[in-house]
């Protein structure tokens, strides 16, 4: 069971919007940065998002991110086939001294 | 650009111990306080945080789940670091990545290994 709590899976169109829901608690997205990473098949992760919102070079601001409370998200425009991937969340959790992830959702892009 | 590559240990065998090396290179382990850490997959599942280090901060951090099991360390001349995981079973069947945190133990994870696939057979 993951400390962080993301759908499984969603899907949207080519061209449509989709978002990610992360949740967590006081301990961990309540009170620390939250980064998002993505997992195309066969291949390491990469950051997404960094800081709740920010993009690393190159990540292209159809991509964001943001945090209200306890939970953030993960939005992403113009869905394109190549944006097929698993998306994790990943922050800090101040009690229990870890890194701590998502448990990943799917995107399918219909 | 700083690239990180993880050695290939392929088998290791139920209740022995798994070494992984991370080797850096385009840039030096023992820079600023960065911090470098192990991240596994298990096959179809999740990512999982194993630990991180920091040469400069002469600190290390390790995921309580794994009871004490994994041990992490740097070797400065080689440029590497290193984990042990002791007494593995079927479980610790993953891909391990290595990777560099932005700097500090709470910052994302910024440049990613390609993974190597450890397989523990019985």
């Known amino acids: 069971q993951s400390v962080l709590t993301q759908p499984p899976s969603v899907s949207a169109a080519p061209g449509q919007k989709v978002t990610i829901s992360c949740s967590g608690s006081s301990s961990n997205i309540g009170n620390n940065y939250v980064s998002w990473y993505q997992q195309l098949p066969g291949t390491a992760p990469k950051l997404l998002i960094y800081?709740?919102?920010k993009r690393p070079s190159g990540i292209p601001d159809r991509v964001s991110g943001s945090k209200s409370g306890t939970s953030a998200t993960l939005g992403i425009t113009g869905l394109q086939t190549g944006d097929e991937a698993d998306y994790y969340c990943?922050?800090?959790?101040?009690?229990?001294?870890?890194?701590?992830f998502g448990g990943g959702t799917k995107l399918t892009v219909l | 650009q700083v690239q990180l590559q993880e050695s290939d240990p392929g088998r290791v065998k139920a209740s022995e111990t798994l070494s992984l090396t991370c080797s850096v290179s385009?840039?030096?382990?023992?820079?600023?306080?960065?911090?470098w850490g192990w991240i596994r997959q298990a096959p179809g599942k999740g990512l999982e945080w194993i630990g991180s280090?920091?040469?400069?901060?002469?600190?290390?951090y390790n995921n309580p789940s794994l009871k004490s099991r994994a041990t992490i360390s740097i070797d400065t001349p080689k440029n590497q670091f290193s984990l042990t995981l002791n007494s593995v079973t079927a479980a610790d069947t993953a891909i391990y990545y290595c990777?560099?945190?932005?700097?500090?133990?709470?910052?994302?994870?910024?440049?990613w290994g390609q993974g190597t696939l450890v397989t523990v057979s019985s």
């Open positions: 800081d709740n919102n």
């Open positions: 990777a560099r945190h932005n700097i500090a133990v709470a910052d994302p994870f910024d440049n």
């Open positions: 990943g922050t800090w959790d101040s009690s229990l001294s870890a890194v701590v």
């Open positions: 280090i920091s040469y400069s901060a002469r600190s290390t």
């Open positions: 385009g840039g030096s382990i023992s820079s600023s306080y960065c911090y």
